[in-house]
């Protein structure tokens, strides 16, 4: 049982996610509260903030309170200012943001540790977006799988080229090779890491050992034990880990409109927790 004296921490399920209340996030939080916030994080792995009517330049002040911003590869963004990474899908959309399950920008060499979310706009019913433990993901792996994975690195690559339709890219698709499992390098507790958005193959095996193994890891992460669902409200905030948690985002909107923004942290490169 932690204790925390500034902030409340409720958790959405035993195994992820917490809303946190008694935070203002418009302010600096000061080192005692933002101490509590980061150690509710490593906990609950994705934290939620309700009420949070702050401007994009707050937000951005929040976001570097973790750490250098990461500049997405090729996303719209807001205010001119490519750190504000715009969220939104309405009637003309044939996309939303992160539909399937993933890490954000596994992609990059440095991929980011975490993203920072708040929701503008939502639709009358539906919108949630849902997230995934994977060290729970990697505990419930047998002890035999467990050690296949945890020497294999695996490709990730993004393909951005016509995914947001007119807008120019800030850099070119990225590719990187990372550790299957990784170590976090906070909780040093070891997490999947491969996802269905950007993980293309697993170095060292064939074309189809690689493609059943990832298949079978695709599937093992929709386990709901591993998961909890957040229902947004304007100006509701979630601040997740992409180094040990996958998400996706459901669009069961269409044609209605869902809009936010994203500031997102610089992470490091991933290391193997062998
Ligand atoms: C994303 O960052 O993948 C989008 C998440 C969401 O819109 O809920």
């Known amino acids: 049982m932690t204790d925390y004296r500034f902030i409340k921490v409720t958790p959405l399920t035993p195994t992820i996610g917490a809303t946190i209340s008694g935070v203002d996030l418009s302010q600096p939080l000061g080192d005692e509260v933002f ?14 903030f309700r009420d949070q009517a702050i401007s994009n330049q707050q937000h951005i002040a929040f976001g570097e309170s973790f750490g250098a911003l990461h500049i997405h590869p090729a996303a ?36 980011p540790m975490a993203s920072i979310l708040r929701i503008t706009r939502t639709p009358l019913q539906g919108g949630d977006t849902l997230w995934s433990n994977m060290y729970a993901a990697f505990d419930a792996l047998s002890p035999t799988m467990q050690a296949l994975l945890m020497p294999l690195e695996a490709e990730h690559a993004a393909d951005y080229s016509g995914f947001y339709g007119e807008h120019p890219p800030q850099r070119q698709s990225p590719s990187a090779i990372h550790p299957v ?3 976090h390098p906070e909780t040093k507790l ?29 599937d093992h992460i929709k386990n709901p034990n591993f998961q909890c669902r957040f229902q947004w409200q304007r100006d509701s905030m979630a601040l997740w880990d992409n180094r040990c948690t996958q998400h996706m985002a459901v669009w069961d909107y269409f044609p209605e409109t869902r809009s936010g923004v994203r500031v997102t942290i610089k992470g490091e490169r991933p290391i193997a927790a062998r």
């Open 35 to 48: 101490s509590e916030v980061r150690q509710a994080w490593f906990k609950h792995l994705v934290l939620f």
């Open 76 to 111: 719209p963004y807001l205010d001119n200012n490519p750190a504000l990474m715009k969220i939104h899908a309405d009637e003309t959309s044939s996309r939303n943001n992160g539909e399937d399950w993933h890490t954000d920008v596994s992609a990059d060499e440095q991929p």
């Open 190 to 218: 070891p997490a999947l890491y491969v996802n269905k958005g950007f993980t293309k193959r697993i170095c060292g095996l064939t074309n189809i050992e690689s493609k059943e193994v990832l298949s079978m890891l695709f």
């Open 181 to 183: 499992i990784r170590l």
